[in-house]
């Protein structure tokens, strides 16, 4: 009899131990999505405060993947030339639909440092006339909590005649 009740104890717990697994393996399969796609699609100006300047930054947020992506809040940080420039916070809330895409509006604030820092830097850019800029972000809530993405380039400056400034 105390055999008996030893070996349920020993399945019992082996049942259990198979039970954390396989939710575990389940949890792991619903995080296994594709990356959002980002890139921007339009920049309009906006009315700042003082000495900062404000944009209104227009995302296409595209979802590769089988399942929609809700989200509750939008945060953005830009980078120009490897130093930080800019960022914004959105409260919009929406769905990126399976396999769809949508377009979300995102206010940017550039400070009045971050913009004087910025032009004393383009002096190292002006020779190539190529600026790398970095753009991060994270979609916020839904049922996978955060959803971060990141959208990368090159932006190409017009050569000014005479070189930098253009001269007297």
């Known amino acids: 009899m105390h055999a008996m009740h030893r070996s349920r104890f020993f399945v019992g717990q082996l049942l259990v131990a198979l039970a954390v697994l396989l939710a575990l393996g389940g949890c792991a399969a619903l995080t296994a999505r594709d990356p959002v796609r980002v890139s ?7 009315v700042g405060q003082g000495l900062e300047m404000r944009f209104d930054v227009k995302l296409r947020l595209q979802n590769p993947n089988d399942a929609p992506i809700d989200y509750d809040g939008v945060a953005l940080d ?8 800019a960022s914004g916070v959105s409260d919009a809330r929406g769905t990126v639909p399976r396999f769809g895409e949508q377009v979300l509006s995102v206010p940017v604030t ?8 910025q032009a004393f ?10 600026l790398p800029y970095v753009l991060r972000g994270k979609l916020a809530g839904g ?7 990141t959208d990368s380039g090159t932006l190409s400056l017009p050569a000014s005649p005479g070189g930098y400034g253009g001269g007297y």
């Open 40 to 46: 921007v699609v339009g920049i309009e100006p906006l």
């Open 78 to 85: 830009l980078e120009l030339n490897g130093r930080p420039f």
């Open 110 to 117: 550039v400070s009045a440092f971050s913009a004087a820092r």
């Open 121 to 130: 830097g383009l002096a190292d850019v002006t020779e190539s006339g190529k």
């Open 143 to 149: 049922m996978f909590g955060s959803v971060r993405f």
